[in-house]
Each structure stands twice: as C-alpha cells, then as structure tokens.
C-alpha cells in the first residue's frame, strides 16, 4: 500500500494512491488518491471513499517526522572507500532536524556557507509506533513502510566540524518521498534492490541495497537502544558510492527498485 501526503491546494492530507505506477515512480492516467481520515500514524488507514486523480494532487513529504531524522553514515563499503574512511564497527549515527524535511519537487536550497553542496541517495525507513530497545526479529512489528531520501550534505561544512550536525542539518536538506510503502519487508531489501541517484538525467549512483554493511533489522535495534523512536521518525540507512556535487539549477532524482523516484531541483535561497 502506498500512503502518500498530498494536497489539492487546501489543508495536507493523507491518501492511498491506487492504480498502476511504473518503476520511475510515473502514475498510469487512471491511477487516483483515496484520501484518508485522519493521521494514519494513530488512527490507522481509513479510507474516507473519495477519489481524486493523481494528476490533481501535489505530493508533500510522506511524513514530517515528530522529532528526528536519524542518519547512518557509512554503512556502505564502497562509499566508505569514496570518502577514505575505515568501515565502522557499529552503526554510524548522526541527527537531522525535522525542519530539514521537504517532499518531491521542492527545492534543495544551496547555503551561502558552502561551497561543495553533495547528493547522497538512501533508502528510508519509517517507523510506526513509539518503541525502544526493540531486538532485530522484531523489527517488522515498529516499522511503518520505506520511503526515499536525499541526505543532502554541505561536505565542506562536515569534513570541517567535529560533529555532522551543520554539514547535514541546514532546511531543505532531507527530501523524502514519493509516499510510504507499507507492504514490505526488511527482507526485500536484505535480497538486494537497486539504488540509483541520477543528477541532470546523469547516473551518478547505482548501488544496491543488499551491500547494506548493518542491514535494516540491526538498524532499528541499534538506534531504538540508544533513543526512544517515535510514529513518523525516519532512519536513513546510508548512501552507496557516487556521491558528488550539485550546483543551483540542477535536479537530483532518487529511485529505489519498486519505490518509485523522489526529484528535486536546487535553488539559491531568496
């Protein structure tokens, strides 16, 4: 099932996008939205009966986390090697601002405080219920569904701070969408889906989520023992290989096999 925040051009809702979407994330001309009572996150899905086109509806961000973005850095073997740092031990966390968040088509602002503003592609995972210490076979029972992710990232700014916070942290630096893939499994991505990051129409990345060095399951385990995790916080499971700069007037596409794309120019902000 895919939960899609949208809007028509009123107050953002919530709807389950029906109809056949092909692998680039592009609607069928009957493919519509039926809108949702309330916050699936504490009401659950329910339908309200409408429809409404998918050519009509805006998408939004899937989901504006409650509190936090959580990263995971380098948890990919040959983007660790791209970087010329070591493989971690343990996951890699870092902390990116709810205020980060925008959806599909809206811009990735460029900060005046960089220079070497860098994509980077991610599969995301939602989480659907407030939970802590949660061991990895249990993982499926806390998740919501997946998302995609752009961890924009001023890597000038990181390589020069102690902490990741500024380097990743700036609005507009974490675009997540299309919508939230409820039907599937840790699994899936432990067999291994395509991950690709095209800039301008150009294949920069083409990874693939089964060289997960820490997959989803020790993820969840691993953040949730540290700190509580909240219905509509996002983990970000980490970038493969190919990272590399954005300018303004450029577009960033994310797509993840079975997931569909998430787009997004870059502006200077006004």
């Known amino acids: 099932m895919r939960i899609a925040r949208f809007t028509t051009g009123e107050e953002p809702a919530y709807g389950v996008v029906t109809g056949e979407v092909d692998a680039y994330g592009q609607p069928a001309e009957d493919t519509v ?11 659950g899905i329910k339908p309200t009966g409408e429809e409404v086109p998918f050519s009509q509806v805006r998408l939004l961000a899937p ?5 936090k973005v959580v990263g995971i850095g380098r948890n990919y073997a040959a983007h660790a090697a ?5 493989l971690p031990t343990e996951p890699l966390m870092f902390i990116k601002p709810n ?11 460029y900060p005046r405080q960089t220079g070497n503003l860098h994509f980077e592609g ?22 919501f569904g997946y998302t995609l992710g752009n961890d924009v990232t001023a890597r000038d700014l990181q390589r020069s701070d102690v902490q990741f916070t500024r ?40 990874g693939n989520t089964k060289d997960l060095i820490f997959d989803i399951p020790t993820l969840v385990e691993y953040v949730s023992s540290v700190m509580t995790l909240l219905p509509g916080d ?12 954005m300018e303004i007037g ?19 902000r006004s």
């Open 33 to 43: 939205v039926v809108p949702l009572s309330g916050d699936p996150f504490y009401v």
């Open 63 to 67: 989901v504006i986390p409650r509190s």
């Open 82 to 86: 791209e970087m010329g740092n070591d």
């Open 99 to 109: 205020t980060s968040v925008i959806g599909p088509g809206d811009p990735i602002y």
């Open 122 to 143: 991610e599969l995301a995972v939602v989480i659907g219920r407030i939970c802590r210490d949660v061991p990895a076979e249990s993982a499926t029972d806390v998740i």
């Open 167 to 206: 380097g990743k942290g700036f609005d507009s630096f974490c675009p997540l969408g299309p919508w939230i893939e409820t039907d599937l499994d840790p699994h899936d991505f432990a067999e291994g889906r395509a991950i690709q990051t095209h800039l301008n129409g150009d294949l920069k990345q083409d």
């Open 234 to 245: 996002v983990i970000l499971t980490g970038t493969p290989d190919g990272v590399g700069p």
């Open 250 to 268: 450029d577009e960033v596409e994310v797509s993840v096999a079975g997931l569909g794309a998430l787009a997004n120019p870059v502006a200077v």
